[in-house]
């Protein structure tokens, strides 16, 4: 759940961000500043630099291996690095910075808006208390009560992924 839960997000967050903090945001702790990798699970490790982390999959236990991936090619490869990093630095980070690979996906955080394929990933945005940052979702079959007030607060929030526009919409700044 926790990687089709990150695909959707971060497959379909890759818009351009703002570069200014929203309200309450708040800088990496300095003391994780150049740690170095640390390991909380098999799945996926974390490496602290001075205002970015990277996110590493595990070569051998993730993989884009469901027929999900909106790209067919996709299927069967290694799941990108993670690149994020913290809003309002002066310069962002690139391919040639210390522990960033070529192949690595660059996100601003917090993340400021999101579009969510599937209802999945909704309960963590309910309990993180940030579905003001969604603004496409798919509520076909989505029984949150606070979920389907956001189509009436928040009118075209939803669209069905099948839908032949899904991507161009979830991608419009």
């Known amino acids: 759940m926790f990687l089709r839960w990150s695909l959707t997000i971060l497959a379909l967050c890759t818009h351009p961000m703002q570069s200014t903090c929203p309200v309450g945001a708040k800088p990496f702790p300095s003391s994780k500043a150049n740690l170095g990798q640390i390991n909380y699970a098999n799945l996926f490790s974390i490496t602290y630099y001075s205002n970015y982390k990277v996110i590493e999959y595990s070569s051998t236990l993730s ?3 469901s027929g999900y991936h909106p790209e067919q090619s996709m299927k069967g490869e290694k799941i990108q690095p993670f690149v994020l990093y913290q809003c309002g630095i002066t310069r962002r980070p690139t391919y040639s ?6 192949t690595a ?14 209802g999945g990933p909704l309960p963590f945005f309910e309990l993180l208390s940030v579905t ?34 899904w991507s161009s919409t979830a991608n419009k700044n």
């Open 63 to 65: 993989s884009y291996n």
């Open 97 to 102: 910075d210390i522990g960033i690979s070529p």
């Open 105 to 118: 996906r660059f996100f601003e955080i917090p993340i400021q808006k999101a579009a969510l394929g599937w």
């Open 132 to 165: 003001e940052a969604i603004n496409l979702v798919d509520l076909s079959y989505i029984t949150s009560p606070c979920a389907q007030l956001l189509e009436n607060c928040t009118p075209g929030i939803h669209m069905p992924n099948s839908n032949a526009n």
